[in-house]
């Protein structure tokens, strides 16, 4: 079992990764023995998260912004520069907009699309080649991180975040088919309820959030990293292009 879920000697690479849950999987990975270079568009924050987590295990900062094309080309390139292979990517930096229906501005569709479904697939693409080098040896692995609310509906009026991550899961699907003849495996994971900046909800008013969740509980780190090691393990292997939901039954509850 220890060496079905191990990362030993692993190259990870993790966007978003100086807070909220890219930082929760990238502490999982480095506890299970990867090697961790997490992203951040400020620089500083990702330096000093880098810094604390590498009591964990080795961590490097690569601060970019990969909400354009470009900038996920220049991430690939700088880490390139310090890599050869990666075993493992995770998608996981996003942005959320709400507002009324009757004032929802272009930007916000823009700002959000972009990063949360657009950057994905063209930094998977910039980096298939460290991907496929990696997968020479056993799979690699791409992990995008969605959201319930790509699964079933809020009430929250998120147009650009519920289209853009519903529209995630179903790249991840497509993805998966052509990236699975290369011996890269695409999956995704579609979080609930976390304390998180992005849910100030849940990180500000957990009990009352709670009430509504089956389980009784928002989602914890552990809840996080456990997913997200095993899929980036070799006990996920054999899940292609699934999105496993991570909720504790939210999106039962809304069906």
């Given at each position: 079992m220890d060496d079905l879920f191990s990362l030993e000697g692993r190259k990870a690479l993790v966007t978003g990764g100086s807070r909220g849950i890219g930082r929760m999987i990238a502490a999982g990975f480095l506890a299970r023995g990867a090697t961790v270079y997490i992203s951040s568009r400020k620089a500083d924050a990702c330096d000093e998260t880098a810094r604390q987590l590498s009591a964990l295990g080795p961590c490097f900062p690569l601060p970019a912004d990969v909400s354009t094309v470009e900038g996920a080309g220049a991430l690939a390139a700088a880490y390139g520069k310090r890599e050869q292979v990666l075993d493992i990517l995770v998608n996981n930096a996003g942005a959320a907009w709400g507002e009324s229906f009757d004032t929802f501005p272009e930007k916000g569709w823009?700002?959000?699309v972009d990063l949360n479904l657009k950057s994905?697939?063209?930094?998977t693409q910039a980096l298939h080649e460290p991907l496929r080098n990696a997968a020479k040896v056993r799979p690699a692995k791409v992990i995008n991180i969605a959201s319930i609310d790509?699964?079933?509906?809020?009430?929250?009026?998120?147009y650009s975040y519920a289209a853009s991550k519903a529209g995630l899961i179903h790249l991840t699907r497509r993805m998966s088919l052509r990236l699975v003849r290369d011996n890269i495996v695409v999956s995704g994971i579609a979080p609930g309820a976390f304390a998180l900046d992005m849910n100030k909800d849940a990180r500000d008013h957990a009990e009352e959030?709670?009430?509504r969740i089956p389980a009784g509980r928002i989602g914890t780190d552990d809840d996080m990293a456990g997913v997200a090691i095993y899929l980036a393990s070799r006990a996920g292997d054999y899940v292609?292009?699934?999105?496993?939901?991570v909720d504790?039954?939210?999106?039962?509850?809304?069906g």
């Open positions: 823009d700002k959000v994905p697939f063209f930094l790509g699964v079933s509906v809020n009430p929250q009026e998120t959030v709670s009430r292609v292009g699934q999105t496993i939901v504790g039954g939210v999106t039962i509850a809304r």
